[in-house]
Nanobody, 124 residues
Framework: QVQLVESGGGLVQAGGSLRLSCAAS????????MGWFRQASGKEREFVAA????????DYADSVKGRFTISRDNAKNMMYLEMTNLKPEDTAVYYC?????????????????WGQGTQVTVSS
């Protein structure tokens, strides 16, 4: 079992930046690939970014590539999402999740453990 808690969301103007954090506890954090997803009101949950258990490999949705950076600190059991040049269409609840597969994947159904989410609102 893995417990995940997101933080760092908030209200920001378009063009601004935010850093989301995901704190993990429970089974060893370093065993798993992890990802960030988001869900806007009335829409399905969508993939944002993923990172391998060592941090050596990453994957990004086209909509955030070049603006968002995923990272992790295994010594602290933390994962981060640095978001820059935010746009109103980035407004959503952001979730961190754990995938027990050894390959990076994008499907929400493929991730086993989820946090409760943190709201990000970008005003125009």
């Amino acid at each position: 079992q893995v417990q995940l808690v997101e933080s760092g969301g908030g209200l920001v103007q378009a063009g601004g930046s935010l850093r989301l954090s995901c704190a993990a506890s429970g089974r060893s954090f370093t065993y798993y690939n992890m990802g960030w997803f988001r869900q806007a009101s009335g829409k399905e949950r969508e993939f944002v970014a993923a990172i391998t258990r060592t941090g050596a490999g990453t994957d990004y949705a086209d909509s955030v590539k070049g603006r968002f950076t995923i990272s992790r600190d295994n010594a602290k059991n933390m994962m981060y999402l640095e978001m820059t040049n935010l746009k109103p269409e980035d407004t959503a609840v952001y979730y961190c999740a754990v995938d027990t597969s050894p390959i990076l994947r994008r499907g929400p159904d493929q991730y086993e453990y989820w946090g409760q989410g943190t709201q990000v609102t970008v005003s125009s």
